[in-house]
């Protein structure tokens, strides 16, 4: 499990898997606005990161970030700390 703490948006923290063939999986926010962010996290799991990370950063909503952009962000966080190991 990989755990982001969100900046400027309603959710506090955004917590997922990656597999080996690098597919998002069990991706759940805390806090924010449930039922869009249960949407959310159903349409990107199993979908590969490089994929939703292109897809959902930029997207805005209020502080020139979102809850998508915050994923996008997260799933940035979660590569950068792979390669640092």
Known sequence: MFT?????????QIIFEVDEENK???VRFIGGCSGNLQGVSRLVEG???DEVQNLLQGVK???NTSCPDQLARAIAAYKK?????
Do not use: M
């Not at 982001?4 to 506090?12: D, F, V």
């Not at 700390?81 to 190991?85: D, I, L, V």
């Open 24 to 26: 998002l999986h069990s």
């Open 81 to 85: 700390s792979k390669e640092n190991g």
């Open 47 to 49: 979908k590969d990161i």
């Open 61 to 63: 909503c209020r502080n």
């Open 4 to 12: 982001y703490q969100t900046q400027g948006t309603c959710s506090r």
